[in-house]
């Protein structure tokens, strides 16, 4: 086999999403006690003229908690955000990406492993269970993306009656951690972070999902549940689901864009 055909081979090698996080994760650099730092992000395109109705919609699901951050920025068309490029009569909105948690986690010397994306039930404001799951180091394509491209969502229901399914990731960490996992978590609270859904015990199930021995779950509210709602209100959303990453600094609380 020749060095050209090696390198061809190469550079069309499939590369799953699991890789793409664990790039992601290793250039966050968020410090929650300054409050600045790189975070990784979504990016959802929308036609410009939905903007006005469409932001208040992220605004109720990020208020809400079922995101890790109420921060936005909004990108014109044409604007650009690392190699990705807002196209023309589109807006961009990003937000901030769940497996942000999972890069401030390592920043703190907490090994982490992304498992899966799915939906979540929740019933009278508690979770419940994972209905449906998508691997991280089985797909190409972001669980998140499959999940919502499906319609199998119900967050507005989450919102309105307190019942539904929601998108929510989980994570794997050894059971040693779990003292510096708490603490890091709780500074994320105070830093204005959120979404984070359980916190499970060590060789015990999350919310009906079995972890490795010696290991336990944390499970976080996906990022890109403000898109799902803004898709079952007949929106179009093109989400683009770790993105990029962005300084913290940049962005806003989504209140103040309204």
Do not use: W
């Amino acid at each position: 086999m020749s060095l050209k055909t090696l390198r061809s081979m190469n550079e069309n090698q499939i590369v799953f999403t699991l890789s793409n996080i664990e790039d992601l994760i290793y250039g966050v650099s968020f410090d929650p006690s300054s409050g600045s730092g790189r975070i990784v992000t979504n990016i959802s395109l929308i036609d410009t003229e939905d903007v006005d109705n469409i932001l208040p919609i992220f605004r109720d699901v990020m208020l809400s908690g079922l995101t890790v951050s109420p921060l936005a920025k909004i990108l014109s068309s044409g604007e650009s955000v690392n190699d990705f490029v807002i196209p023309g009569g589109k807006c961009g909105i990003a937000t901030v990406c769940s497996i942000t948690v999972d890069g401030i986690l390592l920043k703190h010397g907490i090994p982490v492993k992304p498992r899966f994306g799915g939906l979540l039930e929740v019933k009278d404001g508690n979770p419940v269970r994972f209905t449906d799951l998508v691997r991280y180091d089985s797909t190409t394509i972001d669980p998140m993306e499959i999940l919502m491209s499906q319609s199998l969502t119900s967050v507005s229901d989450m919102l309105t009656i307190g019942s539904g399914k929601i998108l929510a990731n989980l994570r794997e960490i050894t059971m040693n951690a779990r003292d510096k996992v708490e603490e890091t978590l709780d500074d994320l609270v105070s830093a204005g972070f959120g979404g984070i859904l359980e916190v499970g015990e060590p060789n015990t199930d999350v919310l009906g999902v079995s972890v490795e021995r010696d290991h336990f779950g944390v499970v976080v509210a996906g990022g890109t549940n403000p898109m799902a709602v803004a898709q079952e209100q007949g929106f179009k959303v093109d989400t683009h689901a770790m993105s990029s990453l962005m300084e913290v600094d940049d962005m806003t609380p989504i209140d103040r864009l309204i």
